[in-house]
């Protein structure tokens, strides 16, 4: 009772009855209870020590790191009292049952030079605790981002004989030691042809031959055989194997996200190993909830980076359990994340969601890299946000200095996608337009070409850089060492002269060379307009039909002289008569019907997007009367619609089902 009542007040005594305590103890015969009733007390003990200033060592082999403090080191093989020293091995070394707290107290330290001066004050310490020690110094002293230890850590005595230990004690470290330690080896950058790291290797090499390695511990030498020896390694195909014939359920959900970069060092041998990835990928399904927001985003880099397309459930199951982990994301981490989502076309709204408000309260301390991966995103996905976009214009605007070539572009070019304006508009334009002047010439052709499009299709057009885009010399950098200008940059250039001409009249510079100008702005691919849904097109057809009185009067798929296509075209004589699509005489109007489906809009949005909304800009400036058949619901079907009224004075268009039973669209005819 006498030991109980001490434990339960120690911690209000001061440093002399702490003392008084230990030697009251230390006269007690040890029988097995005093005995353990003194290991708890010595790491509580143990815990309120303070650090050592500095480290200490008196020789090279790790047996013999010993201090006390305010005492002097005791010479190797010098008798001390049998009291003191049971007491003494009893507060220092580090029992097994005790590891939780010994790596609790790694993870404590800030610095290198703290986790030597600990390490220090150690008499003995498991295999496993030596690795984890030197894991440490490598998490807390890395000065660069290739992980590299200064060279003031790698020549310190206390780490050289944390070295030489493993280095001499290889054959008999445990599985878990001899793996731990060579992945902290590996991260420090150590030299891979000392001694040790060879003798390591080669341990691993005969224990992997004997199949005497477990799953995690497969894993762990797997990844640093990588970081090691590189994916061409004859002992990681060897690894691969193994891992293939044990049961996922022996798997960990840290030894599952291992395996995926392990693969990931090695995506050409992808095919070779694609059955035991889906076997992985399937497994991972029923892990999802038990991965950290790091594991989650390195496994859906791996996912890209091994094109593991038909693992979309996964992604899908991922990008809903990591909605609540957006704020816990670093940087680099919702990155990855985000360009996932763009390469496997997920988009969700309740991330969306998320985003929005984890963009919100962090715009101005974003990372560049990221505002400009949230905003690709937005742009690929055709996600209209107005809180992400203002926010990273609010953030470009503030910090326009950070943002390389690459990212400006990244984050201008949605605003044209989505045919968005923010609240900033004047301030980010300028700002934009600085940044030009300033760097023009270390923008690369074709992500200049991107971005002054991007601003021509929402109405900002670069007038002071057009003189420069249509010169012979942009148009050579443009086209660099291949044979001819791609389809995207020719019709980018072409819609930039026509804008010229159209909307910028005062311009006087240099025109477009015809042979740079396509015939048409729609083509299978890279087409600056969508194409017309052909469900939605015959739906109205057979309305039109009915109102004019025949198929005669209107033309569908009309390619003008200006690069646009017209989904339907109807041509009025001078008294507003409808004439036979065949005339060409006496034609007063056309009318451009644009028969706007869901693609032509942003998505879940009412918003036109910029390629479109330029289109019927353009057509109105060409003298063309612009009705938009807007379908707000869409389903496929073979419902069918009558027109019932038209004007083109007034505008007035509606639109009814003809059966109520069958009604599948609705369209605002304006």
């Known amino acids: 009772m006498a030991l109980v009542g001490l434990r339960r007040n120690l911690c209000h005594l001061c440093d002399f009855q702490i003392h008084r305590a230990l030697a009251v103890l230390r006269s007690q015969p040890v029988s097995h209870i005093h005995q353990a009733v003194r290991e708890h007390l010595c790491y509580w003990f143990f815990a309120l020590r303070p650090t050592p200033s500095r480290v200490r ?120 030691g001899l793996v731990r330690a060579l992945q902290a080896l590996t ?73 995926y970069r392990i693969l990931q060092a090695c995506p050409e041998k992808v095919d070779q190993h ?58 680099g981490e919702l990155a990855s994340v985000l360009e996932a989502f763009i390469y496997f076309g997920y988009s969700d709204r309740f991330f969306t969601r998320a985003l929005e408000q984890h963009v919100a309260a962090l715009c101005l301390a974003l990372n560049p890299e990221v505002v400009s991966k949230i905003t690709k995103y937005c742009s690929k996905k055709l996600i209209f946000s107005k809180p992400i976009l203002n926010a990273v214009a609010e953030s470009f605007v503030c910090h326009s200095e950070k943002f390389s070539p690459h990212q400006i572009s990244e984050l201008i070019e949605p605003f044209g996608t989505l045919n968005y304006l923010p609240p900033n508009t004047p301030a980010l334009f300028r700002k ?126 009309v390619l003008t002289p200006y690069c646009y296509t017209l989904d339907v075209e109807i041509k009025l004589d001078e008294e507003g008569f409808v004439l036979p699509f065949t005339v060409d005489e006496d034609v007063r109007k056309r009318v451009a019907l644009c028969i706007d489906g869901p693609k032509r809009f942003c998505f879940n949005s009412k ?22 058949v807007e379908c707000s619901r869409f389903f496929v079907s073979k419902s069918t619609f009558l027109i019932q009224t038209y004007s083109i004075q007034g505008t007035t268009w509606s639109a009814s089902p003809v059966d109520q039973d069958s009604y599948t669209y609705t369209y605002q005819l304006c």
């Open 57 to 176: 060592s008196h020789h090279p082999c790790w047996n013999n790191f010993h201090s006390e403090n305010g005492s002097k080191t005791q010479p190797a093989g010098q008798l001390v009292s049998p009291r003191v020293h049971d007491w003494d091995r009893l507060e220092q070394n580090i029992k097994h049952a005790d590891e939780q707290m010994f790596y609790r107290r790694l993870n404590d330290f800030t610095s290198s030079e703290e986790v030597l001066s600990f390490v220090s004050t150690l008499e003995t310490l498991p295999d496993s605790g030596a690795a984890g020690a030197l894991q440490r110094i490598w998490e807390v002293g890395k000065k660069d981002d290739a992980g590299r230890l200064p060279e003031e850590i790698l020549d310190n005595h206390v780490f050289k004989a944390l070295c030489f230990r493993l280095e001499r004690e290889a054959p008999t470290l445990t599985n878990t």
């Open 187 to 259: 991260l420090s950058h150590v030299d891979p042809q000392t001694s040790l790291l060879e003798n390591l290797v080669a341990e691993c090499q005969n224990r992997l031959q004997k199949g005497g390695l477990e799953v995690h511990h497969l894993c762990i030498l797997g990844e640093s055989l990588v970081k090691l020896q590189g994916p061409g390694c004859v002992m990681l195909e060897q690894i691969i194997a193994q891992l293939q014939g044990e049961e996922l359920e022996k798997f960990s959900p840290e030894d599952v996200v291992a395996i």
């Open 274 to 331: 694609q059955a035991f990835l889906s076997k992985i990928n399937s497994f991972t399904l029923s892990v999802v909830y038990s991965l950290s927001p790091k594991s989650i985003s390195q496994v859906l880099s791996a996912l890209v980076a091994l094109d593991q397309t038909q693992a979309l459930p996964l992604v899908i199951k991922l990008g809903k359990y990591m909605v609540r982990y957006i704020p816990r994301f670093t940087s």
């Open 432 to 557: 934009l337009e600085t940044m030009l002047v300033t760097h023009f010439n270390h923008f690369p052709p074709k992500t200049l070409l991107k971005l002054l499009h991007s601003c021509s299709l929402i109405e900002r057009h670069p007038v002071n850089f057009m003189a420069k885009i249509f010169s012979p010399y942009f148009l050579q950098q443009l086209q660099g060492k291949e044979p001819y200008l791609d389809r995207l940059s020719l019709a980018q250039l072409t819609q930039l002269f026509l804008t010229s001409i159209l909307e910028c009249p005062f311009y006087k510079g240099p025109r477009l060379l015809p042979k740079y100008q396509v015939k048409s702005f729609l083509t299978p691919c890279c087409s600056l307009e969508t194409p017309m849904d052909f469900q939605l097109y015959k739906s109205v057809m057979i309305g039109l039909i009915d109102l004019l009185g025949a198929r005669l009067y209107f033309a569908s798929k």
């Open 607 to 628: 918003n036109l997007l910029g390629k479109e909304a330029i289109k019927q800009r353009h057509l109105r400036l060409l003298g063309y009367e612009v009705v938009q």
